[in-house]
Each structure stands twice: as C-alpha cells, then as structure tokens.
C-alpha cells in the first residue's frame, strides 16, 4: 500500500486546510482499514489528528474535533482532511498513515506553514 499526501504548503492564519491522501494498492473501503492523519510540528512528537474507517465512520482528536473534518472519496480511492481557523501552531508536517495486519504504512508527508 502507497500513501501520497499532497496540499498547498502555506496557508494564512485564520483560512482552511485542506489535504488530500491518495492512496494505492488497497482499497480504503477494505475491511478493518483505519486512515489516519497525524501531524509533527517543527521540534516536537507526533500528534494524531484523527482516522475515517473503512465504514466511513470518523474519530477526532478531542483538541482538535471543534475545527477538524475527514472524508474520503471512495470512487478516487482518497481521504481528505480539512482542518479550518488555522492558527501558525498548527504548522507542522501532516502525514497520512493506516496499518494493515500489524504494519504500519506512511505517507512522505506534506508540509503545512501556517504564516501571514
């Protein structure tokens, strides 16, 4: 399995992100499958934001529920997160990640620079 995040790299304080993880070779409606999305800001651990499961089910992270969404496109075999009121803290590398039968798969991750 391949993920592929991709996003627009600088977004200004207060605008909404949107991301895009593309993913190859499985599909995200497999049973069982879990898409999550983590970030790691500069210096610092990594931070789960929240996954869609492969029922479409979704689960936030309680800090950032308030201004978080994840969605897929099953058709494109894609998930999506957007994240809205962006602050400069929440810049960071955004990564998105599943595991399949005990091995983790990551994306390269996508750089996010929240800045004016």
């Known amino acids: 399995v391949q993920l592929q995040e991709s996003g627009p790299g600088l977004v200004k304080p207060s605008q909404t992100l949107s991301l895009t993880c593309t993913v190859s070779?499985?599909?995200?409606?497999?049973?069982?499958?879990?898409w999550n999305w983590i970030r790691q800001p500069p210096g610092k651990g990594l931070e789960w934001i929240g996954y869609?499961?492969?029922?479409?089910?979704?689960y936030y992270s309680p800090s950032l529920k308030s201004r978080t969404s994840i969605s897929r496109d099953n058709a494109k075999n894609t998930v999506y997160l957007q994240m809205n009121s962006l602050k400069p803290e929440d810049t960071a590398v955004y990564y998105c990640?599943?595991?399949?039968?005990?091995?983790?798969?990551w994306g390269q991750g996508t750089q996010v620079t929240v800045s004016s």
């Open positions: 990640k599943t595991q399949i039968w005990g091995i983790d798969y």
């Open positions: 070779g499985g599909s995200i409606t497999t049973n069982y499958y879990y």
């Open positions: 869609i499961t492969y029922s479409g089910s979704t």
